[in-house]
């Protein structure tokens, strides 16, 4: 398949779009019929002659400037006039320059985008003067521009839709369902996020659990090898000696507090208090705020359920 | 609490919201649920998906109130979202399923359950009588006709009144873009109501 071609033949060459561009307000002959036909199905050419419109359209809008005094005389004098024995190609040249020359002019026609800009407000205020300086003096123009001011007017008298009944009702109640289903979903979020994921995870989580299962039943082993040993006499065993380690456990530490003097420090720590209240008073506000703030944080991480926080405010 | 809240503006309304307040909401909801439920209509042209989209629309926009940007208007922001969940919807319709257990655009079970009664019974719901009353119009038949771009352009622009920047906030689209989607979408509605 030849991608010069679609199915109506040969796509349009720059020539062929700027005199089918012309052609818009002028003759109309059988080679711009045919590549009218070619454009209505070429979206490759479409868009090329929008592109040429644009261009035609600035050229339109380009301001003129006079020329020095007596510059067509001297622009006369300079050139040979194309007779009946012109050669072709300055024949062409000429045709191509008037061409020009009468798109330059402030008569040039406004392009479809240049209208619907129009109607829509959407020019701005430069173009817009230049194209409703053309819009006085050009009817054509101006019933095209009605146009598109009727297809706007009648889009923007379309009416709205309103949604089925109880939409609003049923709105709020699937969001408030929703909030509620949410807040369980991130408690069980945060529990799932405990399960290990990657092989080092699973690795150290069945490192964690195994430890003291397998200690455990080390132990075991070891013991059923003793045979002396009876389950009564185990129980005992071990009584005594959690007994034993607690009583140690206990005197150490009240040993350990009566040597520190934390107690005396504690002791005079509150002497101090009761004799400057003042000091009491701010020692209280510094631990209420400590207590609200990580009452807060807690709230924060935790997450009590938002909707319900909601109903209370409103 | 008695506030007025229709002297509000949008943007206080979506502060309030944020808050807590319950009434915000509802006067969001009460703002929005006419323009939001016609754009989402219009572009997929069935009430019951329409219905179940723009309830998805006002469901995420609420969800995500927190991260809203006051540099723009919380109509942009809502549509924007209307619109992703519609395109979202349309693009998925393209692939053609049939399925004898609901209509493929059905985006709910709930959705799907009221559409299948409908092919069961081929008979016309009032839904459909309704909504083929509302879109039987010459120039409702040429909008449901542009390509789904040049659709949303014409409908933010000349419907719900949207300035080209917004509407290329909305669409996430450069504004030559939505310049010439303009162009192009009135072009074909000129010629379409001309040949009709
Ligand atoms: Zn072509
Ligand atoms: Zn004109």
Redesign the pocket.
């Known amino acids: 398949m030849n991608s010069d071609r679609s199915s109506h033949g040969r796509h349009l060459d720059d020539d062929a779009i700027q005199s089918l561009l012309d052609a818009v307000e002028r003759r109309v002959d059988a080679e711009t019929e045919s590549a009218r036909r070619h454009l209505a199905d070429c979206r490759v050419c479409q868009a090329r002659v929008d592109a040429w419109q644009e261009v035609f359209g600035e050229l339109g809008q380009l301001r003129r400037f006079a020329p020095p005094g007596r510059f067509a005389e001297r622009v006369l004098s300079g050139i040979e006039l194309p007779g009946e024995a012109a050669s072709p190609s300055r024949a062409w040249s000429w045709g191509r320059l008037r061409r020009w020359l009468s798109r330059t002019a402030a ?1 040039a ?2 392009s479809g985008r240049r209208l619907q800009d129009l109607a829509d407000g959407a020019l701005a205020r430069k173009r817009a003067t230049l194209a409703r300086a ?1 819009l006085a003096t ?1 009817t ?2 101006e019933d095209r521009l009605a146009g598109w001011r009727r297809l706007i007017a009648t889009l923007e008298a379309l009416p709205s839709f309103a949604p089925p009944a109880g939409f609003a009702e049923r709105v709020m109640a699937r969001w408030r369902e929703m909030a509620e289903e949410t807040t369980g979903r991130s408690r069980a979020a945060r529990a799932w996020r405990l399960w290990p994921r990657s092989p080092r995870g699973w690795v150290l989580a069945g490192t964690l659990t195994g430890m003291p299962v397998a200690a455990f039943a080390a132990a075991a082993a070891f013991l059923s090898t003793v045979p002396q040993l009876t389950t009564g006499g185990l129980v005992t065993y071990l009584w005594w000696q959690a007994r034993d380690a607690l009583s140690a456990l206990g005197s150490s530490v009240l040993a350990a507090v009566m040597q520190s003097g934390a107690a005396f420090r504690a002791y005079s720590l509150a002497d101090y208090l009761i004799a400057s209240p003042a000091t009491a008073v701010a020692a209280a506000a510094g631990f209420t705020a400590l207590m609200f703030s990580s009452i807060w944080v807690l709230h924060r991480n935790i997450g009590f359920p938002r909707f319900a926080l909601r109903h209370v405010h409103s | 609490m008695s506030l007025n809240y229709q002297s509000v503006e949008d943007a206080e309304l979506v502060t309030l919201a944020a808050e807590g307040r319950e009434s915000a909401y509802r006067e969001l909801l009460s703002r929005y649920e006419r323009p939001v439920f016609s754009l989402i209509y219009r572009m997929v042209r069935n009430r019951t998906v329409a219905e179940d989209l723009a309830q998805e629309a006002f469901i995420r926009t609420f969800n995500a109130i927190d991260t809203y940007n006051p540099q723009y208007k919380f109509s942009s922001w809502i549509f924007k979202i209307a619109n992703n969940l519609t395109i979202d919807h349309l693009r998925k319709r393209r692939v053609p399923t049939v399925s004898m257990h609901g209509a493929p655009d059905a985006v709910t079970p709930e959705a799907q359950a009221r559409t299948s009664l409908v092919v069961q019974s081929h008979a016309e719901s009032p839904e459909e009588y309704v909504q083929n009353r509302e879109l039987a119009g010459q120039i409702e038949a040429a909008i449901g006709e542009l390509r789904e771009e040049y659709r949303v352009v014409v409908l933010l622009r000349h419907i719900e009144g949207h300035t080209y920047d917004e509407i290329a906030r909305i669409l996430d689209i450069p504004l030559g873009t939505v310049k010439t989607y303009l162009h192009r979408a009135r072009a074909e509605l000129k010629l379409r109501l001309a040949e009709a």
């Open positions: 008569d026609h406004l053309h050009c054509d123009c």
